[in-house]
C-alpha cells in the first residue's frame, strides 16, 4: 500500500516555472516507477511523465519534453515534477501516481494521489 500527496500548485503567469511534489508513504515505494498526469476540464486524464524506480529512465508525453522535468529522491520518498515555460495551455490538475510498470497508461496505474491545481495565466 502507498500514499501519495502532491503539493505545489498554484497560480502562475505565462512563462513562469513551478515545481510540483510529491510525497509518498507506506510499503515498497522504492519499487514502483512514478509518473505524473495532468487533467484538464472537459479533457480526459494526460500522461506527463514517469521515472522508473531506480530513477536512470525518464520519459516524457512529446509535447512537453523540454519543458517539463521528472525527478526522484528515494531516500526522502518524493517525486517532483519541475515545468518551465508554462503555458495557459498547461493548466490543469496533476497528479502524482505509482505502479509495478513502468508505463505512460494511466490504466497501469495502482495508486494516485488527490491531485494539485495549476493554473497558468495570460
Known amino acids: 500500500q502507498v500514499q501519495l500527496a502532491e503539493s505545489g500548485g498554484g497560480l502562475v503567469q505565462a512563462g513562469d516555472s513551478l515545481r510540483l511534489s510529491c510525497t509518498a508513504s507506506?510499503?515498497?515505494?522504492?519499487?514502483?516507477?512514478m509518473a505524473w498526469f495532468r487533467q484538464a476540464p472537459g479533457k480526459e486524464r494526460e500522461f506527463v511523465g514517469v521515472?522508473?524506480?531506480?530513477?536512470?529512465?525518464?520519459s516524457y508525453a512529446d509535447s512537453l519534453k523540454g519543458r517539463f522535468t521528472i525527478s526522484r529522491d528515494n531516500a526522502r520518498n518524493m517525486v517532483y515534477l519541475q515545468m518551465s515555460s508554462l503555458k495557459p495551455e498547461d493548466t490543469a490538475v496533476y497528479y502524482c501516481a505509482t505502479a509495478t510498470t513502468y508505463s505512460s497508461r494511466s490504466r497501469d496505474y495502482d495508486y494516485w494521489g488527490q491531485g494539485t491545481q495549476v493554473t497558468v495565466s495570460s
Open positions: 507506506g510499503r515498497t515505494f522504492r519499487n514502483y516507477a
Open positions: 521515472v522508473s524506480w531506480n530513477g536512470g529512465t525518464k
